[in-house]
């Protein structure tokens, strides 16, 4: 294995670990009583501070054009502003376990919104890990022993909405394209964008966050929840460039699951069989769904427009 082999995944293995970590954090954070749009707030602004600062290191500016500027108003909302709403209701009743588990299906959303859109061909065995994906979710919310509560079962809702919409996220860029931003840009952009409708809605909701009046780890928790994933999205963005995007997207399997044993380690969680089995048909599912890749450069340099390459580089984005 070459130097540059090992740094690819030693990449991979941090980030996904990392990443997975988020949502046990996330879990500790709704879990104080604090609630989904003061959360995003502040994420937002820690996630703006590091990826601005990022960019002003590289003597790289944030566009502000008006082509610029539907880009980062689209993933503030289907990337940022829905999804994370939809992610934190759930986590109010939702072990962050499943969470994790329903954030998996995010490939399997995406590829048939990329087939209707003409992004994606039909595969049969790509077409079967949609299939799988569904049943790994049956598997979650039809036996009596999967869910800690029934009465949660509205709240995996709003996990499968957070996943629907990230992988809306994916497939609109790809077919929108980029604008000439890299993914660093169109984050930072997205973050600052997202600002302005998370302190309004903070506040007409009455989740609004006062810094300091909450416990000191809470506080921390929800600092971490976006300095990792500012960090970790640019490590995900480095193994793009560096080990293309079917390599990338192994990520989505760390990232499962090291948040499913985070949320045991550090949440005490536990789950049935029922769930452990849903877990295994959805890797499945992701196996299946992944990109596969192309047998030679002239085939490459044949799909690969700059709308193809940017959906595969987002079609598995972790939130």
């Not at 569904?134 to 949660?152: E, R, Y």
């Not at 980029?178 to 998370?198: E, K, R």
């Not at 049935?272 to 990109?291: D, E, K, T």
Request: glycine share 8%.
């Amino acid at each position: 294995m070459t130097a540059q082999s090992r740094a690819l995944f030693a990449v991979l293995i941090v980030t996904g670990v990392a990443w997975g970590l988020t949502m046990p954090f996330s879990k500790i954070v709704v879990a104080s009583g604090y609630r989904h749009f003061g959360i995003i707030f502040w994420q937002q602004v820690v996630c703006a501070a590091i990826l601005l600062g990022w960019l002003a290191l590289r003597q790289r500016r944030l566009p502000l054009t008006a082509t610029a500027l539907r880009r980062y108003l689209f993933i503030a909302l289907f990337g940022t502003i829905i999804p994370n709403a939809g992610s934190y209701i759930a986590q109010e009743r939702l072990p962050a376990g499943l969470v994790s588990v329903c954030f998996a299906l995010i490939p399997m959303m995406a590829l048939p919104l990329a087939l209707a859109v003409r992004l994606e061909r039909p595969e049969p065995m790509r077409l079967l890990g949609i299939l799988a994906g569904m049943v790994g979710i049956l598997l979650i919310v039809l036996p009596d022993a999967s869910l800690p509560d029934p009465s949660a079962l509205p709240f995996v809702l709003f996990a499968l909405a957070a996943a629907f919409c990230y992988a809306v996220e994916g497939v609109g860029l790809g077919k929108l394209g980029t604008a000439g931003l890299d993914p660093i840009q169109l984050l930072a952009g997205a973050a600052v964008v997202s600002l302005f409708f998370a302190l309004p809605l903070s506040l007409v909701t009455g989740s609004w966050i006062t810094p300091g009046q909450g416990a000191l780890r809470i506080d921390l928790a929800l600092v971490a929840v976006a300095a990792i994933h500012a960090l970790c999205y640019a490590g995900y963005v480095w193994m793009v460039g560096h080990g293309g995007a079917i390599f990338a997207a192994q990520v989505s399997y760390i990232v499962t699951g090291s948040g499913v044993v985070w949320a045991m380690i550090l949440l005490g969680e536990r789950y049935s069989l029922w769930v452990w089995m849903a877990i295994a048909v959805v890797f499945i599912g992701l196996f299946l769904v992944q990109p596969r890749p192309v047998r030679n450069q002239n085939r490459a340099n044949a799909v690969s427009s700059p709308e193809a390459k940017d959906f595969a580089a987002d079609q598995s984005r972790a939130p």
